[in-house]
């Protein structure tokens, strides 16, 4: 059932896309079958190979626009894109490969209250639903006031993740996605708006589903160590050794790390320069160890004596 809000809150909705036609498609309905529909819909289209063709409007007269890019950018500047072309006073963001459910706009517009005066920041973000393991709940606490944004991401596990993420379109360029980076931009967004003096909203209930698409392409980034080093060397200097310790240990060992890093930091902790968080820490130091190629090829034989013990 569809709800009346005051029109004042015009929305607009921006999806970064590159060559997920299919996906683009189910995200688009998500946000056309919302209960409160936004004005427009903008799909920056990041230098796909395909020929990407879309309707001028679609669902319940929700205008849509495909901004076309020569030359690959990546999702963040992207979305800054899509930024400088909005006309909705509130801005939201959904990936290609991500869904809404469908009162999402409606809540996330409810909590944001009433238009505040121009000089005031605040972003909303909520939890949202893995779809790819069990539809598992992302994100179960809020920040506290005076938290700040690394000790909620890496010391307390706090989940920010950008389909969920609104904003209003007059804090564009003070809050922005940083178009350098191409991992981690969910947080360097918050960490970025909590420097900006910017509020948070935090709604707990899960309005997202995430999705973990398996393209090659996203395989390889998340893989890849070197995209998570950038946002690491950006943010070094304000990193407590708690901080350092979690994003070593939660993050940049599940990449592929070169053995010299790898020594690196073994020597680190040994110098107890760093610290292996949690009570699983022989596991995490042996992971270190062996790498992410040891860990695959313990879980590949793992298969083959299960498989063989299932013959016998």
Same mark, same amino acid.
């Given at each position: 059932? &569809? ?6 809150? +015009? @929305? ?12 683009? *498609? ?9 209960? %409160? ?5 903008? @799909? ?12 001028? #409007? /679609? ?17 963040? *500047? /992207? ?27 409606? &809540? ?10 121009? +000089? ?6 909520? +939890? %949202? ?5 069990? =539809? ?15 000790? !909620? ?28 980076? &191409?991992?981690?931009?969910? *947080?360097?967004?918050?960490? #970025? ?31 890849? /160590? ?17 901080? %350092?310790?979690? !994003? ?19 020597? =680190? ?15 995490? !130091? ?9 860990? +695959? ?16």
């Amino acid at each position: 059932m &569809r709800c009346d809000f005051d029109n004042a809150y +015009n @929305v607009s909705v921006i999806i970064p896309h590159y060559n997920s036609l299919d996906l683009l *498609w189910v995200a688009i309905e998500s946000i056309s079958s919302q209960t %409160v529909v936004p004005r427009e819909i903008i @799909v920056v289209d990041d230098a796909s190979g395909l020929q990407l063709e879309l309707p001028g #409007r /679609c669902g319940d007269n929700i205008v849509l626009r495909l901004i076309r890019e020569s030359e690959n950018h990546g999702a963040a *500047w /992207c979305r800054n894109r899509g930024i400088e072309e909005a006309t909705g006073d509130l801005i939201a963001f959904l990936d290609a490969d991500d869904r809404w459910l469908p009162d999402k706009l409606e &809540r996330c517009i409810a909590a944001f209250g009433p238009k505040p005066a121009g +000089n005031e920041a605040k972003v909303l973000f909520s +939890n %949202v639903v893995l779809t790819d393991a069990g =539809r598992r709940i992302l994100g179960n606490r809020s920040p506290y006031d005076g938290q700040s944004m690394l000790d !909620f991401i890496l010391l307390e596990g706090g989940y920010i993740q950008t389909s969920s993420i609104m904003m209003w379109r007059h804090q564009y360029p003070l809050i922005s996605f940083d178009a350098s980076l &191409r991992r981690h931009q969910d *947080w360097d967004f918050a960490i #970025r708006a909590e420097m900006a003096g910017c509020v948070f909203v935090y709604l707990h209930d899960a309005l997202v589903e995430y999705s973990l698409s398996e393209s090659p392409a996203r395989i390889s980034k998340a893989i890849s /160590c070197e995209p998570s080093l950038v946002f690491f060397e950006k943010y070094n200097k304000l990193m407590s050794k708690g901080h %350092v310790s979690s !994003f070593i240990f939660n993050v940049l060992i599940y990449k592929k790390m070169s053995v010299a890093l790898r020594l690196a930091i073994v020597e =680190r902790v040994l110098l107890r320069e760093i610290e292996i968080p949690g009570k699983d820490w022989a596991s995490l !130091f042996a992971r270190l160890v062996i790498g992410w190629g040891g860990v +695959n090829l313990i879980k590949q034989l793992r298969r083959i004596i299960q498989a063989q013990d299932y013959s016998t």
